[in-house]
Structure formats: C-alpha cells, structure tokens
C-alpha cells in the first residue's frame, strides 16, 4: 500500500521481513494467485471426470440434467455475480477508506452467499425428496407417479432396479406406461403408423427429452453433487472470510487504507464466481 | 490517492464495477438464450465460448489482472493450461479404449 512509514519508522501493518508495504502487499497476492491455480486443479480433477463421462455417455447427461431447475440455476448464478460486483466494490471501499462502504459491502456480499445456499438447499431438499442423490444412494421415486412406477416395473428392469418416474412432462408419452390400457387403442396414430410420415416417437414429445433411463443414470447425481457440493464448500469458507472481514472492519482495522486482506478474499470469491458459471453451463444447460 | 500510486495497486471506478456487471449480466441471459437453440454438438462450444468470455471480464477487471503483475496472470492461466493437458490428455486416452468397451457402440471398430 501507499501507506508509509510512521513517524517512529514503523508501520504497524509491515511485517518485519518485508522491506516495503509495497513488497508485503505483491507477495500477498502472488501467493493468493497461488492458492487460486491449486483451486483451479482442485476443481480440475471433477472437470476432467465430467469430460470423460459426458464424452462416453452423452445420454447420462441429458437424462439427468432434465431433474435440473434450469430457472433456479440461472437465478443462483445472478446472486453469485451479484456478490462478484459487491466484492469488488468492497476492494474499492477498503482502497479509499470508505469504512460504511465497505462494511455495507460486505454484508451485502454475504447477503448473497446466504440466498446463494438457500436456493442450493431447496435444489438439494427436491432431489433428495425424489431420490435422486449420488451412486450408492440413488433410488429414484416420485410419489405422484407411484402408479404408473408399479406397472413399469414388470415390463422393463434392464437398468438394473427402479425404473425413472420423473417430472410430469417427461413421464407422460414415456413407453414404460403399460400398453394394457382399455382406453387406449393398439393402433398407432397415423403420422407414426407403418405408412406414417413420422419415424416412430420413443423417447416422448421432445427428441432432447430423454424419458427412458439410461443405464448408470446415478453417474450424472454423483457428478452433480460432488461438483455442486464442493463448490457449496467454497462458498461456505467465503461466508466465513466475509465475516472475519466484518469483524476487521468494525475494529477499525482497514482505517488505515490497509486493504490487503480484504483484496484477497474478495479474489478468493471472484474464482469461486468464476467455478459457477461453468458448473451452471456444464449442468444444468446440457442440451 | 492514484497519483502515486506504485504498481500493483489499481483502484477500479464504480462505472468499470458496474459496466462489467452489466456485461456479466448478459451473458448469463445469452447463455440461457443460447442453450435453447439447437446447434447440435456446437450447443457445449458455444456455452463454454461465453463461459470464458464472462471468466475472462471476471478475472481481468473484478480480479485487476489487466493491471496487475503479468506474473500473477502467468500463474492463473498456467492453472488453466495443466488444466487442459489433464482432461486433454485423459480424453485422448479414453477415446481410444472406450468404444472396446461399450457393445454395439463402438463406430471406430470397423477400420
């Protein structure tokens, strides 16, 4: 920082085996910089796994990302860019020594984080209702569509256990109905018959609609918490820098236009920004 | 305050906060966009295209790349670059077993 040295030739924010606040301040953030690229491979090792599965088992993916709220993805990557802005209007606040400023956003920044963690638990809480967790866990069920679960169950168990009742929109057209229906007629409708215009529909109204489960379905939920989960983490650990920095703040530590600490948390929040808008395009916006 | 500055330290306008939280802002709305347009198997290269394009407005002026030390950014994009080798190079290794691996998927078998 500009901040130079006291009229005693001590800056109390100057640690003694640094020559400058200068010099103590670019360290900071190089081994900031550091952390982040270990983040990054930390991340990495998900990413890599995503790629390799996706690229074998496309199928998985779209199956899977269709039990995704695309709404409430793109609303949490809103808040998580919302706390990217307040972030770095926090740097300014702590460069200028706006202390109100920087207090507001902090909390501001955290304010975020929180609604951030409220929308993942109602993601988290729907999943888990409908047993759509990780390998190990998944057991898929859905209480409306119980029914129409118990006949499918006899007429295909291919993958291997229960048989996929999703969303309303997905079941319906899906062929795992049973065909012993009373109402319904044998013969097809004529733009599917053999003469028909139309190839013979079997994964329900949209081609991007996967309605029969795939096997090994369990591989997109693990993938997705683990990737979600840790992201979660992250964003917990930055409500809890966010904090330290309200405290350093109210005890008037940032007075002195000492910003250091709160640039490097704020770094910290901007990469885990960074990590979501690719989780949102990598998970929920399969197509 | 920034007249003497010494490098390193780059105190962003409101407007620049807010300008690049506009731009952030329509990305995201042209991702979503973009993803209900079926463009085949370009849909994942034209995502990940925005995707970068918001990283790269985060990381340049939110995170002060653009007038930090270029070491720093050396640091951060060679993350990326081992980043890129470690899938680059898993992907190349699947690709060749895989299609052994799965029946009746396997279109590279023939030749």
């Known amino acids: 920082m500009t901040e130079h040295h006291n009229a005693d030739g001590h800056d109390p924010n100057l640690a003694h085996h640094f020559e400058s606040t200068e010099q103590q301040f670019q360290a900071s953030k190089l081994g900031m910089w550091v952390f982040l690229a270990t983040e990054i491979l930390f991340f990495g090792g998900l990413f890599t796994a995503y790629s390799v599965f996706r690229s074998n088992h496309p199928e998985i993916f779209i199956f899977g990302h269709q039990f995704l709220d695309k709404n409430l993805g793109a609303l949490n990557t809103v808040i998580l860019i919302c706390s990217s802005l307040t972030a770095a209007w926090a740097v300014r606040a702590a460069q200028l020594k706006q202390i109100g400023m920087l207090k507001l956003m902090i909390a501001l920044t955290m304010l975020c984080a929180f609604g951030f963690m409220g929308v993942k638990a109602v993601e988290y809480n729907s999943k888990w209702k409908h047993g759509l967790l990780w390998a190990g866990k998944y057991d898929p069920h859905d209480e409306d569509h119980a029914a129409a679960e118990a006949g499918a169950a006899g007429t295909e168990a291919p993958v291997g256990g229960a048989q996929e009742a999703p969303d309303s929109e997905v079941a319906e057209g899906s062929p795992s109905v049973p065909p012993a229906d009373a109402e319904r007629s044998a013969i097809s409708p004529a733009a599917e018959g053999p003469s028909g215009l139309a190839s013979p529909s079997t994964t329900g109204e949209d081609e991007h609609e996967v309605a029969i489960e795939p096997a090994n379905a369990q591989i997109y939920f693990s993938i997705y918490f683990l990737m979600t989960g840790l992201h979660g983490i992250h964003v917990l650990g930055g409500i809890a820098a966010f904090a330290w920095l309200f405290v350093c703040a109210r005890r008037g530590f940032f007075d002195s236009g000492h910003f250091t600490r709160v640039d490097m948390v704020a770094l910290y929040w901007h990469l885990v920004d960074l990590i979501w808008i690719y989780l949102f395009l990598l998970l929920y916006l399969v197509d | ?111």
């Open chain 2, 1 to 111: 305050m920034s007249e003497h500055q010494s490098s390193g330290v780059h105190i962003a306008s409101v407007k620049l906060l807010l300008t690049v939280w506009v731009g952030l802002m329509f990305g995201t709305w042209l991702t979503v966009s973009a993803s209900n347009v079926d463009l085949g198997s370009l849909n994942i290269w034209v995502g990940l295209a925005i995707a970068t394009g918001k990283a790269m407005l985060v990381g340049l002026y939110y995170m002060h790349l653009r007038w930090d030390k270029p070491f720093n950014a050396f640091i951060f994009l060679g993350a990326f670059f081992f980043l890129f080798l470690f899938i680059g190079i898993t992907m190349m290794d699947s690709a060749h077993y895989q299609p052994a691996l799965i029946p009746g998927y396997a279109p590279g078998m023939g030749d």
